[in-house]
């Protein structure tokens, strides 16, 4: 997940993720995958992309859930 944060938060690897960035940096990385717009040329998204993960989740809609 290195790049994934990288990539979405322009940070370090390693640093600490709090609760609402790491809601935010997976919301937005699952979005852009589900719509075509995250490429799968590097890791994790490229694991996903050879399980299936990726096409099953194809124009999925992604929200975040209410908290009990």
């Given at each position: 997940?290195?790049?994934?944060?990288?990539?979405?938060?322009?940070?370090e690897?390693?640093?600490?993720?709090y609760?609402?960035?790491?809601?935010?940096?997976?919301?937005?990385?699952?979005r852009?995958?589900?719509?075509?717009?995250?490429k799968t040329?590097?890791?994790?998204?490229?694991?996903?992309?050879?399980?299936?993960?990726?096409e099953?989740?194809?124009?999925?809609?992604?929200?975040?859930g209410?908290?009990?």
């Open positions: 997940m290195n790049h994934v944060v990288t990539r979405y938060l322009k940070r690897p390693g640093d600490r993720l609760k609402l960035e790491l809601e935010f940096l997976a919301m937005q990385w699952l852009d995958m589900a719509t075509g717009k995250q040329i590097e890791e994790p998204g490229k694991a996903l992309a050879l399980a299936g993960f990726k099953s989740i194809k124009d999925a809609s992604i929200s975040l209410e908290e009990p």
